[in-house]
């Protein structure tokens, strides 16, 4: 058990619908992060928050949004969903944003995502 | 441009065997942390082992080693006496430090099947 809990573990939606896919860190880390992961693409890098503020963005689609809230658990809101937003969905969580490199991020169970 | 290099998208194993699991990576960044995680069938990734770019010695952690070797870039898994269990996806990724804290990026992964 990693410590980083994420509801829910699967999730079966239709096309043009809207998710909220939730991440609890472990506790005392401050760094969250969110990943997809699908066959075509390998893990990708979505976004990256530090105690509340954004950090660092990667290849996050607009109609994709997150937040962190000042409980540290973040929120992956997705919407207008089409068939290839199918995927499995991390988040992780470090200490800190990384001052050191050696920060492990530790990775929740992932949620499964299938757009129908 | 592509960071991490797996370039065994499979290996066998015999149980109780050694395996190895390459990895290759490029940074100009002097400061980074090279990262392995096992993927399992059921989905969850795993934080398996880290090295340092300044660490000395090479990483070990019970049955998972890291050949690191800094001037050819490349920071192989070494997995001893192999069981069942280990397989699974294997993926490497890297964390950049002086870059600004980069989040992880990952290679594309190394099925691993370990053969009774």
């Known amino acids: 058990d990693s410590g980083v809990t994420q509801t829910p573990k699967h999730l079966i939606t239709a096309t043009g619908q809207r998710v909220t896919l939730r991440c609890s860190p472990r506790s005392g880390d401050l760094s969250v992060y969110w990943y997809q992961q699908s066959l075509d693409q390998g893990l990708q890098f979505l976004i990256q928050?530090?105690?509340?503020?954004?950090?660092a963005k990667g290849n996050i689609l607009e109609r994709f949004s997150a937040q962190q809230f000042p409980d540290l658990h973040s929120e992956l809101n997705l919407s207008s969903l089409e068939l290839g937003d199918s995927a499995l969905y991390f988040c992780a969580s470090s200490v800190s944003t990384g001052q050191s490199s050696g920060n492990t991020i530790y990775f929740g169970e992932g949620s499964w995502l299938t757009v129908v | 441009a592509q960071k991490i290099t797996q370039t065994q998208p499979g290996m066998f194993v015999q149980e109780k065997e050694a395996v190895t699991l390459d990895c290759t990576y490029d940074?100009?960044?002097?400061?980074?942390?090279l990262f392995w995680y096992k993927q399992p069938s059921s989905g969850e990734m795993i934080f398996l082992i880290y090295q340092g770019s300044y660490d000395q010695q090479n990483a070990t952690e019970g049955r998972y080693s890291l050949n690191f070797q800094k001037a050819r870039k490349s920071a192989n898994l070494v997995i001893s006496a192999s069981q069942l269990g280990d397989s699974a996806m294997y993926f490497c990724a890297m964390r950049e430090r002086n870059s600004g804290n980069t989040p992880l990026v990952f290679g594309k992964g190394t099925r691993l099947s370990v053969i009774a």
């Open positions: 928050y530090y105690n509340g503020e954004e950090r």
């Open positions: 940074t100009s960044d002097p400061s980074y942390g």
